[in-house]
């Protein structure tokens, strides 16, 4: 009923900058809440960053000053500007929607887009 999109990985030397985009189509009546998360290989899937429907952000600790989250409720698109980055944030990097209403089903769901590699060399 929901498919989320992801698009804008690629492989970037450090120091250098991506922007992440995260389309989200179907049946929605409302997205409270998107976000980023990233699992590196060997490690657990973790917050990047996350923005309300109003607009508060938070970030973990390891992208503060470095990372952007943004969205367009009109398109139902939230995007993840990335600069400065290092090697350690080479991940595959997901988009969420969550607190999902959607205009055929009651109740509130959960989203996860496919992933998009972002790879940072040194």
């Known amino acids: 009923q929901v498919q989320l999109v992801e698009s804008g990985g690629g492989l970037v030397q450090a120091g250098g900058s991506l922007r992440l985009s995260c389309a989200a189509s179907?049946?929605?009546?409302?997205?409270?809440?998107r976000g980023w998360y990233r699992q590196a290989p060997g490690k657990q899937r973790e917050l990047v960053a996350r923005?309300?429907?109003?607009?508060?952000?938070n970030y973990a600790n390891s992208v503060k000053g470095r990372f952007t989250i943004s969205r367009d409720n009109a398109k139902n698109v939230v995007y993840l500007q990335m600069n400065s980055l290092k090697p350690e944030d080479t991940a595959v990097y997901y988009c969420?929607?969550?607190?999902?209403?959607?205009?055929?089903?009651?109740?509130?769901?959960?989203?996860w887009g496919q992933g998009t590699q972002v790879t940072v060399s040194s």
């Open positions: 179907g049946s929605i009546l409302s997205i409270n809440a």
């Open positions: 923005i309300s429907s109003g607009g508060s952000t």
């Open positions: 969420n929607a969550g607190r999902v209403v959607l205009t055929t089903t009651p109740g509130v769901y959960e989203y």
